[in-house]
């Protein structure tokens, strides 16, 4: 496996309680990495870690074989796009002014960044009409396309998503899995996405990292968690969704 980040002995607590426990991961470039299992097990943790709004209590995280640190992080930051449950846009700002928020702070050319902006709007199906509306104007579908435009603004090298499609219902969800899919193939985007829902993370994912309370239990292909369990916790957490097809 060729690695885009690499977490090393990376563990963290807050106060008393511990969120993660220390724990190793590598993530493939090219491929989408789901991080499952239930609430409170460490999965958003893990994604604010490596993205350095949490700080780890002991180990690293590796970025292209270079540890993330305080004074790089800036840096890298420009190379991850961030998609959060709610989105994350800024109410006061249109559709357009906040996919290209980060593109006019740093100071890009204005043709290059509407040439880039008419391209996300091809890439995630949004309308390029509605650019101009600002979030509460737009459905949750369209908020979480253009959070997904804004954080694909500066082609980043990873692409991290906490249950980004979470909130959406059913009909909207299957529409944004099917654009997701193809947009990661598309782009050979290296991904980590975080979701509690297993046939989600078994539509979108290459490789699935299971967890629980603050550990990985279990790594491998859906299959592998169906068919090789390695406790009778990866058994369980697949029967409590056993109403799902998966395929």
Do not use: W
Request: hydrophobic share 45%; glycine share 6%.
């Amino acid at each position: 496996m060729e690695a885009l980040v690499k977490l090393r002995g990376v563990s963290k607590t807050f106060g008393a309680a511990t969120a993660l426990h220390p724990l190793d991961l590598a993530v493939e470039r090219g491929k989408t990495t789901v991080l499952i299992g239930p609430s409170g097990c460490g999965k958003s943790t893990l994604l604010r870690l490596i993205i350095r709004l949490l700080e780890p209590d002991r180990g690293t995280v590796d970025f292209d074989d270079e540890p993330i640190t305080s004074a790089n992080i800036a840096e890298r930051r420009q190379q991850i796009g961030y998609v959060i449950q709610d989105g994350g846009l800024f109410p006061h700002l249109t559709a357009r002014d906040n996919v290209m928020l980060m593109a006019r702070h740093l100071g890009r050319p204005a043709d290059e960044s509407n040439a880039r902006l008419q391209e996300l709007c091809a890439l995630t199906r949004f309308p390029a009409d509605a650019l101009s509306r600002f979030p509460v104007e737009l459905s949750g579908g369209q908020r979480q396309r253009v959070s997904l435009m804004r954080a694909l603004a500066l082609s980043p090298r990873l692409l991290l998503l906490d249950e980004p499609l979470g909130a959406l219902d059913p009909l909207v969800r299957a529409a944004l899995q099917k654009d997701l899919r193809e947009i990661f193939t598309r782009l050979q985007q290296t991904v980590i996405l975080v979701t509690h829902d297993l046939a989600e993370a078994a539509y979108l994912g290459d490789r699935i990292v299971l967890m629980n309370e603050g550990r990985v239990v279990q790594e491998g292909t859906i299959r592998d968690l169906r068919e090789k369990p390695t406790s009778e916790f990866v058994t369980d957490f697949v029967s409590a969704q056993r109403s799902l097809v998966l395929t």
